[in-house]
Nanobody, 128 residues
Framework: QVQLVESGGGLVEAGGSLRLSCVASGRTVSSVDMAWFRQALGKERDLVAAISWSGGMPYYADSVKGRFTVSKDIGKGQVSLQMNRLKPEDTAVYYC?????????????????????WGQGTQVTVSS
C-alpha cells in the first residue's frame, strides 16, 4: 500500500510559479514509479509529468515541456512538480500517482490505468 498526499496548489496569476509536492508513505519513492496528472473541469485526466523508480529521463507532456520540472527527493520521500510560466490553460486539479516499480523496466508509465495509487488532488488555478 502507498499513501499519497499532495500539497502546494493555489491561485496564481499567469506567468507565475507554483510548486506541488507529493509525500509518499508505505513505500520508498525509489521503489515506485510516480507521476503527476491533471484534470480540468469537464475534461479527461491527462498525464503532465512522470518519473520512474530510477529517477532517470522524466517524461513531460508537450504542453508543459520547458515550463514544468518533476523531481524526486528520496530522503524526504516525496516527488515535486515545479511549475513555471503558468498559463490559464494549466488550471486543473492536479493528482499525484504511484505504481510499484518493475526493476527490469526503466521507462516511465504514461497511462493512468498503470497507476494504482492516487492522492486526493490539489487545485491549481491560473488567472489571466
Amino acid at each position: 500500500q502507498v499513501q499519497l498526499v499532495e500539497s502546494g496548489g493555489g491561485l496564481v496569476e499567469a506567468g507565475g510559479s507554483l510548486r506541488l509536492s507529493c509525500v509518499a508513505s508505505g513505500r520508498t519513492v525509489s521503489s515506485v514509479d510516480m507521476a503527476w496528472f491533471r484534470q480540468a473541469l469537464g475534461k479527461e485526466r491527462d498525464l503532465v509529468a512522470a518519473i520512474s523508480w530510477s529517477g532517470g529521463m522524466p517524461y513531460y507532456a508537450d504542453s508543459v515541456k520547458g515550463r514544468f520540472t518533476v523531481s524526486k527527493d528520496i530522503g524526504k520521500g516525496q516527488v515535486s512538480l515545479q511549475m513555471n510560466r503558468l498559463k490559464p490553460e494549466d488550471t486543473a486539479v492536479y493528482y499525484c500517482a504511484a505504481a510499484p516499480a518493475d526493476y527490469n523496466d526503466f521507462n516511465v508509465k504514461k497511462a493512468a490505468r498503470n497507476y494504482g495509487y492516487w492522492g486526493q488532488g490539489t487545485q491549481v488555478t491560473v488567472s489571466s
